[in-house]
């Protein structure tokens, strides 16, 4: 489980960076500091999700077609943007073709091509997501991951984006989220943010560099991970031709 700070606690130690006294309930505090911190607190968590794929935020969508389906589904409530290169057509074990571009996608619909057709492609069009061919094959299981714009536990455990109550928690790592709105603070009120935004950066460079794991980098053109399919490394001794 990560480190979670609430609502209270990020802006109360904020506030002590930038010379102001900590208090019991900043969200709900009517001082116009405390009020400008709780705002700039949403802000900074909604840019901070659009900044980086944080894994914390990764979530899955999938679905089965059905005869009924017109091919048009909705996107979920709390998506925000797809993960490339994440969609995966399970039934036939292949890649999701696309997305297609306006151009791809009419060529397609105007060609007489769905019984040609033998994987599926996607585009994404007034928040939905649309599904070639259509109406697509019954049974096919789509699935791609993308990244919730939901960065808010609150305290009925159900997820928000922004802050309600001084109990509400960020996902996000506690330093970074604390040095964010300590720089944004400042610039609102017109002081200088050049320290901060620089301890800022520095901690937004050390949390992205961390947040996930990274594939070993070699010069030599070796070490290009660990493969899916090798003889030496994954596959089994014997059970291979005809049994």
């Known amino acids: 489980m990560p480190r979670l700070i609430t609502a209270t606690d990020i802006i109360n ?19 116009e500091n405390f009020i400008q911190l709780t705002g700039l607190l949403t802000s900074a968590g909604q840019e901070l999700v659009e900044l980086h794929p944080w894994q914390i935020l990764v979530k899955e969508f ?6 009924l389906d017109t091919g048009t ?8 943007y797809m993960i490339d290169q994440t969609g995966w057509d399970r039934t036939n074990r292949v890649a999701i073709g696309g997305p297609l571009s306006p151009q791809q996608w009419t060529y397609l619909k105007g060609r007489d091509l769905v019984s040609q057709t033998i994987y599926a492609s996607f585009r994404l069009v007034d928040n939905k997501f649309d599904l070639f061919p259509q109406p697509p094959p019954v049974g096919l299981q789509v699935s791609f991951e993308y990244i919730s714009r939901n960065w808010v536990l609150l305290s009925d455990q ?8 001084g109990t509400d928690t960020a996902l996000f790592e506690p330093i970074l989220i604390v040095k964010f709105l ?9 002081f200088d943010s050049t320290a901060a935004r620089a301890e800022l950066q520095s901690m937004f460079d050390s949390r992205t560099g961390k947040d996930t ?3 070993i980098l070699s010069a030599s053109g070796t070490g290009r991970g660990f493969p899916y399919l090798s003889p030496f490394y994954n596959t089994g001794d014997t059970g291979y031709g005809i049994s």
Not at 158 to 165: F, G, P, R
């Open 62 to 67: 999938a679905l089965t077609t059905t005869d």
């Open 73 to 80: 589904y909705d996107l979920p409530d709390d998506f925000c």
């Open 182 to 190: 300590k720089a944004k603070f400042l610039e609102a009120k017109g």
């Open 158 to 165: 159900s997820y928000a984006d922004e802050i309600q109550n």
């Open 213 to 215: 794991g990274a594939p």
């Open 13 to 31: 130690r904020a506030a002590l960076e930038v010379g102001l006294s900590p208090v019991s309930d900043p969200v709900t505090n009517t001082d």
